[in-house]
């Protein structure tokens, strides 16, 4: 039985009487909408703890777009049966009240990896993200939280915060899951057209074309421009970026000569899809 | 024997052994140069905790002005032999480079109480004491931590980083210990020149007579505007601030109407002084 708990005061004696007990507890935080990409990280952390917490909370703080926060898809019912199938010891679903309670007035910023990119397109994104990282790993004292690749940048910007923190919890980062057409896994795929769905996998196609491109020293610049261009010929609108960066510290890179992420952005429709892969 | 550890992993270590033994550690974050108003801090978390941390960090992050910055008291040798007379188990004393090494990017802002008084004069000084206190209460993974209320708008500031936050520390505010002649203790006390001490006093004597006149039915304006001149013609220079505020949330009070504090900052040659008062 997954355990439903709504309040922080409820989670913190769950996961003190955990504690005493000596275990290891792992989160998967949410915002709901599960999908096997969200699974693989609850097995990832049923493997790797001895309880597993999965959050969902929507976040009001990280939507700087309040079109797409309603839009977001809500199904907890749906939500807790596939956490019951994977074993997750807890649910926390706190409402908005209890976890931005009147008075509530801090803010954690992380610089550096969250200003490119997504933080360009998305003003304060990751300073919600942050902030509500931060009050879940305090409210779950989890000793290992795991994020998919799928947010690559989300993925640095948590584990710059851990560590400037030093928040005891240890990040980690678990791959992107895909459909067989190799559209990367999303909560929003399902606000897609069945024309829309058909020509979704273009984006992850022409990342794998162009990183391919890039290993057989075809120009970083070339091999993005002509991306671009047959995302757009194949349905998508626009491109918001289509860029490779340093896995260390996500600096722009313009040729392979250290580890690299080619990293994607772009609408079909009126749903934001984003993608990424190594190069 | 009192411990001296310099890096955050060497104290994870040692308080991960505690903890394992159920205890409850108890931290005093100071900024060394420490005189009695700190050791009674010490001597609380002494009677609260099962194991005291006191950790000196001259914080860069907090101070506004590089001179002042430059020039706060140092003397760890002798701090260091005051924590063994008082019992305390660990010296946390770790370097600026270990506290924000290379890479470091991330901010902690409360909004809110931070933002008139202190926050109004010394732009940037309460993200640097929220971003601080986060981390050291990271690091030494504290149930209690001890503040003055010395610095009574710090210790506002503190609480709501916890609560917003969900940091598992409980904040123990403790009284303003104060010389034989009323000056609140301070390090920077030891900046005054024999005469300036000699004039230190008329600061908190002059809010102690406000504060009377408020509760004998002066209006509150009336009294602030006495003191302020008392305390210039007494040999302060600028007084930067003399307010009265609600206690909860620090708003700006005109009456005795709900529970209030006296606070003030004022200049006494170059040493800027800081005092509060119940009302």
Known sequence: MTEVIRTSAELREKVAAWKRSGMLVGVVPTM?????????????ARG???RVIVTIFVNPMQ??????????????AHDLALLEAEGVDVLFAPGVDEVYPEGFATKVTVGG???PLEGAMRPGHFDGVATVVSKLFGMTQAGRAFFGEKDWQQLQVVKRLVEDLNIATRIIGCPTIREEDGLAMSSRNVRLSPAERAQAPVLHAE??????????????????????????AGGFGAVEYLELRTVDGLRPATDLSEPARLLAAAWLGDVRLIDNIAV
Do not use: C, W
């Open 32 to 44: 709901g909408a599960l999908h096997d990409g969200h699974l693989s990280l609850a097995r990832a």
């Open 48 to 50: 790797q703890s001895d």
């Open 63 to 76: 939507f700087n777009n309040a079109s797409d926060l309603d839009k977001y898809p809500r199904d907890e």
């Open 113 to 115: 990896v969250s200003e």
């Open 207 to 232: 990342m794998q074309k162009a990183a391919e491109a890039m290993r057989a020293g075809t120009p970083v610049a070339v091999a993005l421009e002509a991306a671009t261009r047959a995302i757009t």
